[in-house]
């Protein structure tokens, strides 16, 4: 199992960035792809994006996508969220994730570790 930290959340404006951290503990954090969710108050979990083991693959939801970049550093077994041009629809906890395949990650299926969450609130 590898254990997973998120960090980064907070207050943000509309249309200003945020960047998450992922930080991996435990098994070897480049054995695995890994991903974002989050949940809004009210909604049920929803992908973000996921990236694979050596970062060459990405894959992102329609909602984010040219907005958000998904990346690993698997040297400091972090992984990381950089949200630019938020929006209040982007408050959610965002949840980091780690599993065997982006494919199987991204949909939610076979996840080894979530992380416990961390909240990002934009509004003015």
């Known amino acids: 199992q590898v254990a997973l930290l998120e960090s980064g959340g907070g207050l943000v404006q509309p249309g200003g960035s945020l960047r998450l951290s992922c930080a991996a503990s435990?098994?070897?954090?480049?054995?695995?792809?890994m991903g974002w969710f989050r949940q809004a108050p009210g909604k049920e979990r929803e992908f973000v994006a996921a990236?694979?083991?050596?970062?060459?693959?990405?894959t992102y939801a329609d909602s984010v996508k040219g907005r958000f970049t998904i990346s690993r550093d698997n040297a400091k077994n972090t992984g990381y969220l950089q949200m630019n041009s938020l929006n209040a629809e982007d408050t959610a906890v965002y949840y980091c994730a780690v599993g065997a395949s982006l494919s199987l990650t991204a949909r939610g299926y076979e996840i080894d570790s979530w992380g416990q969450g961390t909240q990002v609130t934009v509004s003015s």
């Open positions: 435990g098994r070897n954090f480049s054995d695995y792809a």
């Open positions: 990236l694979n083991w050596k970062g060459s693959l990405t």
